[in-house]
């Protein structure tokens, strides 16, 4: 599957506004492209910060459907994002455990990665730090984005409640700085959210 993740900041006062318009109207709009296979909406309230995740089927949905609804999300956007980035992802692993209820919390971990290195990262990621993060409680899902031409990636992680996003800290600092230097990666930023809405998507 493949990701495109929109990044704004703006005044916190504003942001609840364009939230709401993302979550209703702009999951519609999305919900009608072809091979469109779910979303996440995720705010930092305090310090005005929203990312929003949306799934494809493959490559050219995504593609296609960024040239479809550029214009309106800018639109929608508008009233509150300062700064926006939009950024284009590979999702080679991607697991779901549960549905989520009010309170869930997001966090994600931005990393660098030589190119060449990719392999090896989703390797690590998938037989050695997936396998022990599943175990901690409270975890509802989480994905592994590459971006191989640029080198970077990006690791998010969904729990129940911000009670075990808080508890989990620890136990997952732990496994990243061990699978980080397994797999050559830098972890670039740690950033934690919480979650408007996040639709399932199918296993990657």
């Known amino acids: 599957m493949y990701v495109r993740t929109i990044y704004m900041t703006g005044d916190p006062a504003k942001l609840d506004g364009v939230a709401e318009a993302v979550r209703t109207e702009g999951r519609e709009l999305l919900s009608a492209q ?22 494809w089927e493959d490559e050219s949905s995504r593609r296609a459907s960024d040239e479809a609804l550029s214009k309106r ?46 392999d090896l990262l989703v390797t690590t990621f998938r037989d050695t730090a997936l396998p022990r993060v599943q175990k901690v409680p409270g975890l509802a899902g989480m994905s592994l ?14 729990y129940t409640d911000r ?36 639709t399932a998507v199918p296993h990657a």
């Open 34 to 55: 072809p091979g469109f296979r779910g979303m996440g909406l995720f705010a930092d309230r305090e310090l005005g910060k929203l990312l929003v995740g949306s799934w």
């Open 73 to 118: 999300r800018a639109e929608m956007m508008a009233p509150f994002a300062q700064t926006v980035a939009i950024d284009n992802w590979e999702a080679p692993i991607a697991r779901r455990a549960e549905e989520l209820g009010p309170g869930a919390c997001f966090r994600l971990a931005r990393l660098d990665v030589a190119p060449g290195d990719v």
């Open 145 to 158: 984005l590459v971006d191989r031409e640029h080198g970077r990636a990006a690791v998010g992680a969904l």
């Open 163 to 198: 009670d075990a996003l808080v508890a989990s800290r620890g136990a997952v600092a732990a496994i990243r700085g061990e699978s980080e230097t397994k797999a050559r990666v830098t972890t670039r930023s740690l950033e934690e959210f919480e979650v408007i809405l996040a």
